[in-house]
């Protein structure tokens, strides 16, 4: 294999399969994760250097420029805003191109179940609302609305905003937090109060049936999830919820330009 000068910032699906892709076609390149647990899924795939642990936009920037790297392709979390306007702008401070592999978005007029079967769904908020579904900008705001509610709630937003959460009364009992099996992740759990069968420490993406038995499990009637895509098993917890009748409250995702993971292939290719 040729000199690794492709770096791509992973954790998420699309970042292991991009990892995957370039080992199959024989692309050699850089992988980082942030965590040690994503660096242990990827660095038995052939021709890929995986390294693992969080970097600043200076420590970027000086990785870009000491392995002489050409090609950037950020496939971090949709959420992850913060994260991706750093490797913006390490990749403008050492000159080299930038990518965002996007991942598919939920289209809330026409949805796919996790059988294939098309189905119609409303346009705004306000009208999915009556879906048994909110759609809220920012998982503060699901946090305010759920300030007004009764009943428990299984939140799978993450363990970074779970601080939120413990604005709503009697969060101790009310609240169901899911999160990665990390050992920061559950830690970090724990001490915000989020404990023992109030804490449910697990690798997804889950299937309808998990979600069911989940929802059951917790008595969850709210169930609060960001808008993950396909990849991130959206669609398995739409249709969990209205399995269940529990209401899904959904944190949009924020508007952003990239390229679709096929398109980041082709990419790959001409700097393999």
């Not at 579904?133 to 363990?159: C, F, M, R, W």
């Not at 970074?160 to 969060?171: E, M, N, Q, V």
Request: charged share 30%.
């Amino acid at each position: 294999m040729k000199k690794a000068d492709i770096l791509i910032f992973a954790g998420t699906t699309e970042g292991r399969k991009l990892a995957e892709y370039a080992s199959e076609q024989g692309i050699s390149c850089y992988v980082s994760t942030a965590t040690g647990y994503g660096k242990s899924i990827l660095e038995n795939l052939h021709g890929i250097n995986c390294i693992s642990g969080r970097m600043d936009k200076e420590e970027m920037t000086d990785f870009i420029k000491e392995k002489e790297i050409r090609l950037v392709i950020d496939a971090t979390h949709p959420f992850a805003v913060e994260v991706t306007k750093n490797i913006r702008s390490s990749c403008t401070a050492a000159g080299v191109k930038y990518i965002r592999c996007l991942r598919d978005r939920w289209d809330r007029k026409t949805e796919d179940t996790p059988d294939g079967e098309r189905i119609q769904t409303a346009d705004t908020a306000e009208d999915v609302s009556a879906e048994n579904v909110i759609v809220v900008d920012s998982v503060e705001q699901a946090v305010e609305y759920l300030q007004h509610t009764k009943g428990n709630i299984l939140a799978a937003t993450g363990s970074k905003d779970l601080h939120l959460y413990t604005r709503i009364r009697d969060y101790e009992k009310r609240c169901f937090a899911r999160v990665l099996s990390t050992k920061e992740a559950v830690e970090e759990s724990v001490g915000m109060g989020f404990k023992g069968r109030n804490l449910i420490a697990m690798q997804g993406p889950f299937s309808v049936e998990m979600n069911v038995a989940l929802l059951h499990q917790t008595e969850a009637r709210y169930f609060v999830t960001k808008e993950s895509g396909k990849a991130g098993g959206f669609a398995e917890k739409l249709e969990a919820a209205r399995t269940v009748g529990a209401v899904l409250v959904v944190i949009g995702r924020p508007a952003e330009k990239g390229e679709t993971l096929e398109s980041v292939f082709r990419i790959m290719e001409q700097y393999g």
